[in-house]
């Protein structure tokens, strides 16, 4: 079975760019989740959508948004890019959602902003 | 704010031996932690998860929680030069915020040849 699955790999942006990233989960995983991971640091939680309905949300601006579509997948949009948005995003799915639902992550997208 | 606290590193150990990583957690409430690996440049892999106090086995990796002190660890057994990599620990909170990870932020591991 294909894992998680991410694209772009890597992508160079502007600031003040927009950015799209998508995520394919693994299949039978309805839960979706993004974190934001600096160099040097853990990952941090943006979102968790679950069956299209986003279940949380970390503490980044409005500048981040994100969906879920009916076959699971995901879009996470980042407006108005600032130079601290330069990091490694993370998708992760999950058979459901809670304590007992371990994450199993894609390879991430890599941002770089000029 | 719920904190997840981890040695930095990097932590160096010989081939062979026994490496133990640890960490500790602020919210005491928290239900599940998770053990990831991260090899440089790469996203985590997941390698344990424990929910009860007291030991996990599994093949060579151990985890170890005790929710009394807030602590829970990993042992490696037979440590070998692949196991080199960060090793970070994730914690979910209790209550209504259990849809979210708390991160710490990774110990770097080293086995030494």
């Known amino acids: 079975d294909a894992g998680v699955t991410q694209s772009p790999t890597h992508l160079i942006k502007t600031r003040g760019q927009h950015v799209t990233l998508r995520c394919s989960p693994i299949?039978?995983?309805?839960?979706v989740s993004w974190y934001q991971q600096v160099l040097g640091q853990g990952p941090q939680f943006i979102f968790q959508?679950?069956?299209?309905?986003?279940?949380g949300r970390g503490n980044f601006p409005d500048r981040f948004s994100a969906r879920q579509f009916p076959n699971y997948s995901s879009e996470l949009n980042v407006n108005a890019l600032l130079l601290g948005d330069s990091a490694l995003y993370l998708c992760?799915?999950?058979?459901?959602?809670?304590?007992?639902?371990?994450?199993?992550f894609g390879n991430g997208t890599r941002l770089t902003v000029t | 704010q719920k904190e997840v606290e981890q040695n930095s590193g990097p932590l160096s150990v010989p081939e062979g031996a026994i490496a133990s990583l640890n960490c500790t957690y602020s919210d005491r409430g928290s239900q599940s932690f998770f053990w990831y690996r991260q090899y440089s440049g790469k996203s985590p892999e997941l390698i344990m998860f424990i929910y009860s106090n007291g030991d996990k086995e599994d093949g060579r990796f151990t985890a170890q929680l005790n929710k009394a002190s807030q602590y829970v660890s990993l042992l490696i057994r037979d440590s070998q030069p692949s196991d080199s990599a960060t090793y970070l620990c994730a914690v979910s909170p209790g209550g209504d915020s259990n849809y979210q990870l708390i991160w710490g932020a990774g110990t770097k591991l080293i086995i030494k040849p």
């Open positions: 299949s039978g995983h309805k839960s």
């Open positions: 959508y679950y069956e299209k309905e986003e279940r």
């Open positions: 992760a799915s999950s058979p459901g959602t809670g304590n007992n639902s371990p994450l199993h």
